[in-house]
């Protein structure tokens, strides 16, 4: 798993390869502490290369959006299968975070 | 009359999970099962084998837990067993209530109680059997 921070348009761009699951949420977190403790206002996480998400990697997510929201932060998801979309639905979190089909229609309207 | 496939047991460690997840997946690719299907059943087999060990077991190593997979009839049946004193699942928290969505944690049955066809738990609550259809 890895994760790729690009500013882009004035929002950061996260882009995760691989799973996010028991294993990679660790990683996931120390990746996204960097910009959370910089109070980064606007985060697009692409989903794209993502093929796997767990109940450890759904709790990483609520975390980091709990963590933006302390500073009033937004977080975006995009790009999701629709199997990871429906774990959102099952689970409710949809209602949580925004989620949107591409990365350039979450830039465009952010 | 059904047919055990596989019978793993392994000391309570999270690094078992994969390890677990893929000989399981590995054992199935003969069986013409779709991809969706496929993630469902390596979630819920992840998030039992989790629950297993951390809260079953309380990832204590000498302790072990005990997974069992079988096909019959069209279906994909695993069971999961800890060494632990059992809990009743009735008894835990909804996820979806709106006071329970920032939470961190307490997503795992509630995600194998949805993407599998039937789940049951034994009445110590310490073995959990999921099935999934494959036909």
Redesign the interface.
Known sequence: MSVKIEPKNGLTVCYIDGEV???SSPDIKKSFDKLISKKTPKIVINFSKVA?V???G??TL??LL?NMKAYSGRMRLVGLSP?IKS?FE????E??FEIMNTEDEAISTF | MEMKKLVIEVPSE?KY??DISSKILKLLATYGID??TL?DI??CA??AL?NAIEHGNGCDKKRSVKVSLWVDDGKVNIEVEDKGSGYNPELLPD??DNGN?????G??V??IK??MDEVKFNKAGNTITMMKRIG
Do not use: C, Q
């Open positions: 699951d028991i294993n796997y767990d109940s450890s759904l709790a609520v975390e709990k199997k774990l099952i689970t409710k979190l209602k949580l | 999270i999970i994969k991809d969706d993630f390596k979630l992840e998030e989790r996820p979806t969505l920032m939470k961190n944690s997503r795992g509630y995600l949805k993407l």
